[in-house]
T-cell receptor, first 115, second 111 residues
Framework: DVKVTQSSRYLVKRTGEKVFLECVQDMDHENMFWYRQDPGLGLRLIYFSYDVKMKEKGDIPEGYSVSREKKERFSLILESASTNQTSMYLC??????????????FGPGTRLTVT | DQQVKQNSPSLSVQEGRISILNCDYTNSMFDYFLWYKKYPAEGPTFLISISSIKDKNEDGRFTVFLNKSAKHLSLHIVPSQPGDSAVYFCAASNSGYALNFGKGTSLLVTP
């Protein structure tokens, strides 16, 4: 079974703090993704990575950066947290094998509150 | 600009009846479609998918129908069970990388 883990389930941070969200997958997947989920807005893609040290902006990258130094780990960084970044953050991974390339496996999510 | 649209934010169905969740898309380049199910405080889990070369895919109680000319797909759940109560997301891909998600439909199955 694919397992995607996220470092925290719940996190409370203050405005202006630098925040690190960590994601680890154990299926040797090439692709990794960060989404945020907000009520009425669905899942929106922040960044994704298709290889170590490679990254691509998603739909809403402003205020975020990412790091992928190892294949199994993908970090999301909030450089200076703001209250409008209060959200549920979801990490996902997928394989590049053709028959598997579309299905993404999600972690349990991190509920971040910025006060 | 939302390329995948789920126009019904919520749906309520009686246990044992059919649930039909709808999804429309605007990008004709999408070639693969997926449905995910999400419980509160959990990550989405994959439910069922369909390639654009098919018009139907079935897996147990779940069937997905694709109408490419109308750019429309639907998820049928028969019979609906209380445990099916969750938020359902429709997603589409044209690259094999990122998925475009709809805003979700909250399904409530009442006993």
């Amino acid at each position: 079974d694919v397992k995607v883990t996220q470092s925290s389930r719940y996190l409370v941070k203050r405005t202006g703090e630098k925040v690190f969200l960590e994601c680890v997958q154990d299926m040797d997947h090439e692709n990794m993704f960060w989404y945020r989920q907000d009520p009425g807005l669905g899942l929106r893609l922040i960044y994704f990575s298709y290889d170590v040290k490679m990254k691509e902006k998603g739909d809403i990258p402003e205020g975020y950066s990412v790091s992928r130094e190892k294949k199994e780990r993908f970090s999301l960084i909030l450089e200076s947290a703001s209250t409008n970044q209060t959200s549920m953050y979801l990490c996902a991974s997928s394989s590049i094998r053709w028959q598997d390339s579309y299905e993404q496996y999600f972690g349990p999510g991190t509920r971040l509150t910025v006060t | 600009d939302q390329q995948v649209k789920q126009n019904s934010p919520s749906l309520s169905v009686q246990e044992g009846r059919i649930s039909i969740l709808n999804c429309d898309y605007t990008n004709s380049m999408f070639d693969y479609f997926l449905w995910y199910k999400k419980y509160p405080a959990e990550g989405p889990t994959f439910l069922i998918s369909i390639s654009s070369i098919k018009d139907k895919n079935e897996d147990g109680r779940f069937t997905v129908f694709l109408n490419k000319s109308a750019k429309h797909l639907s998820l049928h759940i028969v019979p609906s069970q209380p445990g099916d109560s969750a938020v359902y997301f429709c997603a589409a891909s044209n690259s094999g990388y990122a998925l475009n998600f709809g805003k979700g439909t909250s399904l409530l199955v009442t006993p």
